[in-house]
Structures are given as structure tokens and as C-alpha cells.
């Protein structure tokens, strides 16, 4: 209880003090919603140490498990994510209706991208320079999101 009544007080003077330090401002404003959630933070530690004592609950939180449900579904919206940037991106250069499918693996808890697959086949190609290469085009916005080299970088046009 003792320390229940200094942690109150240590952080009532916290406010005082940070009243007085901070000018008035927008900054002021966030730095006092984050004191604020600290002071009930700190009045309500102990009713729900003490809730949790009467109910049996564990209140450890080190050993979850990440659901493999979950990543996957992470990564299938972080590729949709970059398939959607890319089409975006050429499309304000000039391709549009095409489809992109990114390969990618999980090795070592990270995400890889195998290969690209580029759908040309209802492509409406209206370059902005008339000088420039549509699959130089493609292959550069597709490298520049992936960083896949033009070998696994695969455009499908037949009909």
C-alpha cells in the first residue's frame, strides 16, 4: 500500500512538472494524453493485480505462440500489396489492364520473393515517351518494389 501511495504522488509531480516545462500546443496536447494513460495505468495496477489473485488468472504474457494461420495471412496481404502498387504505378506510365502474380517464399522468418508473373494478355500499352520499351518499363517498376532480376521476371502475352 505504501508504495501504491509513492507511486501516485511520484507521478502526480511528474504532471506538475511537466505542466510547468511544456509550452502550450498541439505537442503539449499528445504529451499529456500519454501522461494521462500512464496515471490510470498506475491508479489501476493494483486493482488488477488484485482481481487477478482472487480469480487465479495468469497474467504472463511471454509464452504465446504466433498463429502460422496469421503470418500467412500477413504476407498473402503484403503481396497484394506490392502486385497492387505495381499495377497502379504502370498504370500512371501508360500500361494498364494487365495482372501481376508475385511468387514468394518464407525462409528464415523472412519474406522472399521468387519470381514475377506478369498477365499481358488484355495490355493497353499507351506510353508517355513513344520511345520507350514496354517490358523495360514493366521489368524496372517490378524491380523497383521487388528487387527480383529480369531472369525470374516472366511476361505471359500469348492469347
Not at 504522488?9 to 505542466?19: A, P, R, S, W
Not at 494513460?37 to 488484485?50: D, K, Q, S
Not at 503484403?78 to 494498364?96: A, C, D, F
Not at 493497353?124 to 524491380?143: A, G, M, S
Given at each position: 500500500?505504501?508504495?501504491?501511495?509513492?507511486?501516485?504522488?511520484?507521478?502526480?509531480?511528474?504532471?506538475?512538472?511537466?505542466?510547468?516545462?511544456?509550452?502550450?500546443?498541439?505537442?503539449?496536447?499528445?504529451?499529456?494524453s500519454?501522461?494521462?494513460?500512464?496515471?490510470?495505468?498506475?491508479?489501476?495496477?493494483?486493482?488488477i493485480?488484485?482481481?487477478?489473485?482472487?480469480?487465479?488468472?495468469?497474467?504472463?504474457?511471454?509464452?504465446?505462440?504466433?498463429?502460422?494461420?496469421?503470418?500467412?495471412?500477413?504476407?498473402?496481404?503484403?503481396?497484394?500489396?506490392?502486385?497492387?502498387?505495381?499495377?497502379?504505378?504502370l498504370?500512371?506510365?501508360?500500361?494498364?489492364?494487365?495482372?501481376?502474380?508475385?511468387?514468394?517464399?518464407?525462409?528464415?522468418?523472412?519474406?522472399?520473393?521468387?519470381?514475377?508473373l506478369?498477365?499481358?494478355?488484355?495490355m493497353?500499352?499507351?506510353?508517355?515517351?513513344k520511345?520507350?520499351?514496354?517490358?523495360?518499363l514493366?521489368?524496372?517498376?517490378?524491380?523497383?518494389?521487388?528487387?527480383?532480376?529480369?531472369?525470374?521476371?516472366?511476361?505471359?502475352?500469348?492469347?
Amino acid at each position: 500500500m505504501k508504495a501504491y501511495i509513492i507511486s501516485i504522488l511520484g507521478i502526480t509531480l511528474c504532471g506538475v512538472l511537466i505542466d510547468i516545462v511544456l509550452p502550450a500546443g498541439s505537442t503539449s496536447k499528445y504529451i499529456k494524453s500519454i501522461y494521462s494513460i500512464f496515471v490510470v495505468a498506475v491508479i489501476l495496477n493494483p486493482l488488477i493485480t488484485f482481481f487477478a489473485k482472487t480469480k487465479n488468472i495468469n497474467l504472463e504474457y511471454n509464452n504465446f505462440e504466433t498463429s502460422q494461420t496469421l503470418i500467412d495471412y500477413i504476407n498473402t496481404q503484403k503481396i497484394k500489396s506490392v502486385e497492387t502498387t505495381i499495377i497502379e504505378e504502370l498504370k500512371q506510365k501508360g500500361v494498364s489492364n494487365i495482372e501481376v502474380k508475385i511468387n514468394y517464399d518464407w525462409q528464415n522468418n523472412q519474406l522472399v520473393y521468387k519470381s514475377c508473373l506478369i498477365d499481358l494478355k488484355n495490355m493497353v500499352y499507351q506510353p508517355t515517351d513513344k520511345h520507350t520499351n514496354k517490358y523495360e518499363l514493366i521489368t524496372e517498376v517490378v524491380q523497383q518494389h521487388t528487387n527480383l532480376s529480369n531472369e525470374v521476371i516472366i511476361f505471359d502475352e500469348w492469347r
